[in-house]
């Protein structure tokens, strides 16, 4: 892949503090989700039309999910002892970082969120004050809380409470890393149960790493650990835990560089510079190299690349391919955790969200994850072997995976029939328009249509030809010289949907066809039949048309190559319009919540009276068919007017 990592944002303190300051300071507010206008809103809302609701969570508690925010309201509780890379600053200092995810939770999965800052260094006195808010939330995320606190932490908070309770800083880091080490084992042709790992770094993200890949499948012999003093080995009392021990093995190995001799992984979670190049020297044939310390790796990818070029580096910096960056992962674990009522997330829970980010990558990444990469479209291989934070399908993949995985491990209070229509839902959360598109891709499958794309040779256009086919909406036909065609599929790693075929303009067997069907449209207009004819073979838009016009296909799609106007003048050579209907043009925008269809924003330059009733008639049509109600308001250039002018 030949795309370039996005620049690390680069900003000064004081720009930080006023981002933090402005506005109102903070980065969360709350916004009511039910009318407060009038005095029977306010009796409703409060007393006395709040008692009905009390009433019934006090006979059913489950009815609390139904009336109250519990089921999509998630707590970041932080007591401030171990904050991102700054360490024991306390909790008031913690906030900005709480707060933070809690608006990343929003952003990415639509998932409430407060944070709570608990004022205690007393592990007993920080469960105390957690359990006892299990009532209001559904679903607790620990959040920088330093080792080994956080294990003792997280495990009687699981005990005690009947919601799901996660230490983003152990499991979110650990899911990523493995979602990446199944990809680059994919890569390097690694069997999971002979792969060798060293970890480096003993805290809460390397127990929670070694535990996951365990769980997947590798060796409890096959995996290394190692901290400041040296490789965990049993035996070894310097500086050990009950939970170092439970990961210590028989090995001659003492150094970190005793340990990466031979291994095939190393995952990093201790400080920079901990990994040399010389040790890296010692590392199996393509060794795979995850330096995930921040704010610098144990080792930088320049560092490795001049010792070894064999090397599949990752890292937590956004400034380098491979980030392994938490959020993708809480956000969708939660999300998924929340809609079927989970009372824990477990192991299964956790494979499979990283199974589910590994088969994300290896898909073709949609126009949004190419924007972010400047143009460059990235695609799966050793430079990408994990989604990018904004990659719009994240949404639809990670949680369906994790819902699953709880009702099939028994963990479930919520069972969801159509895990199909439950991925639609989600889209529909962050892209609202995508539930009016569902409906729409729902009554096409009932008949699926034959849909021609003019500029076949265009990988965008194949890319929305594979979508469409994959999509079961019908049958795709590019337009394209074939070898052309395959071309850009071989430079952008794409592969043809059985349910997509080429059609070649210069050869078709419908050529004659369509030219005296153009030359029987065109010949008073002053064409002659060679003109028709070479406009057939030569202009892919007429071709596809000629199509449409003759029945060998339902819709055309065209437009990256030339201009609106210029594309419709090709189609209207081949097509009419409707009898007693104007064409025009449509755009259909979300605004506070609300769908509105703007016309005419291509076709008609300046309307007249006439035109602009024809434009509103046919605008409400298309709202409509798209399940609308219609309301029709006309926007003037001028007003009383002014400006003067031809409009």
């Not at 290394?224 to 009950?242: E, F, H």
């Amino acid at each position: 892949m030949d795309s370039k990592p996005a620049r690390r944002p680069t900003f000064t303190e004081e720009e930080a503090l006023r981002f933090h300051q402005r506005d109102k300071p903070g980065k969360l507010e709350i916004t009511p989700t039910k009318p407060m206008a009038t005095q029977r809103d306010l009796s409703l809302a409060y007393s006395p039309g709040v008692a009905v609701p009390v009433r019934r969570i006090a006979e059913q508690p489950d009815t609390a999910y139904d009336y109250t925010t519990k089921g999509n309201l998630v707590a970041v509780i932080s007591n401030g002892t171990a904050i991102l890379g700054l360490g024991d600053l306390g909790a008031l200092a913690s906030k900005p970082v709480m707060e933070g995810k809690a608006v990343l939770f929003k952003r990415f999965a639509d998932v409430d969120s407060i944070d709570l800052e608990v004022d205690t260094r007393d592990v007993d006195q920080f469960i105390n004050s957690v359990r006892y808010l299990g009532p209001s939330f559904g679903g607790i995320n620990l959040e920088d809380i330093k080792a080994p606190d956080c294990f003792i932490i997280e495990q009687r908070l699981r005990e005690l409470m009947d919601i799901p309770v996660f230490h983003d800083d152990q499991h979110g880091t650990a899911i990523i890393a493995t979602a990446a080490l199944i990809n680059a084992l994919h890569l390097t042709g690694r069997d999971l149960r002979t792969t060798k790992i060293v970890c480096n770094g003993a805290g809460a993200a390397a127990i929670a790493c070694v535990e996951l890949v365990k769980s997947l499948g590798v060796p409890n012999d096959n995996v290394m650990l190692a901290d400041s003093k040296g490789v965990v080995y049993k035996g070894r009392t310097d500086g050990m835990n009950q939970w170092k021990s439970a990961h210590a093995i028989d090995t001659g190995a003492r150094s970190l560089a005793d340990a990466v001799a031979g291994a095939d992984v190393f995952f990093g979670l201790s400080v920079a510079g901990a990994l040399t190049p010389d040790m890296v020297k010692t590392m199996a044939p393509n060794p795979i190299i995850f330096a995930m310390a921040n704010p610098d790796p144990e080792i930088l990818p320049e560092d490795v690349a001049t010792v070894r070029s064999d090397a599949i580096m990752a890292t937590g910096r956004s400034d380098y391919p491979n980030q392994v960056n938490n959020v993708l992962g809480f956000p969708y674990i939660f999300r998924g955790a929340l809609d079927v009522r989970a009372t824990t997330i477990n192991d299964e829970m956790k494979i499979a969200a990283a199974e589910a980010l590994a088969g994300l990558a290896r898909e073709d990444v949609p126009d949004e994850v190419a924007a972010a990469y400047h143009g460059s479209r990235p695609a799966f291989g050793r430079d990408y072997l994990i989604p990018v934070p904004f990659d719009p399908r994240l949404i639809a993949t990670i949680p369906v995976a994790v819902a699953k995985a709880a009702m099939e491990t028994g963990v479930a209070k919520r069972h969801i029939a159509d895990l199909e229509d439950y991925a639609h839902q989600l889209s529909a959360r962050l892209d609202p328009i995508a539930g009016t598109l569902q409906s729409i891709f729902d009554k096409v499958r009932t008949s699926p249509k034959r849909v021609v794309f003019a500029e076949g040779e265009e990988d965008r256009m194949i890319r929305a030809a594979n979508i469409f086919a994959s999509a079961g909406l019908g049958r795709a036909i590019l337009v394209a010289r074939e070898s052309e065609a395959e071309k850009t599929m071989s430079a952008n790693a794409l592969e043809l949907h059985e349910h997509v075929e080429f059609t070649n303009a210069r050869v078709s067997d419908r050529n004659l066809d369509y030219a005296n069907f153009l030359y029987e449209r065109l010949q008073r207009d002053g064409f002659l039949l060679r003109d028709c004819q070479r406009m057939v073979n030569q202009d892919r838009n007429i071709f596809a048309a000629c199509m449409v016009a003759m029945g060998d296909a339902d819709a055309m799609v065209t437009g990256l190559t030339r201009n609106y106007s210029v594309a419709l003048d090709n189609v209207r050579r081949a097509i009419d319009q409707r009898a007693g209907h104007r064409p025009i043009g449509v755009s259909m925008a979300l605004v506070g919540g609300r769908t509105v269809f703007i016309a005419d924003t291509s076709v008609q330059e300046l309307p007249s009276a006439e035109e602009l009733a024809d434009i509103a008639m046919e605008a409400a049509g298309v709202a409509r068919r798209f399940g609308y109600e219609p309301r029709v308001a006309f926007l003037s250039y001028s007003t009383f007017g002014y400006p003067r002018g031809e409009r």
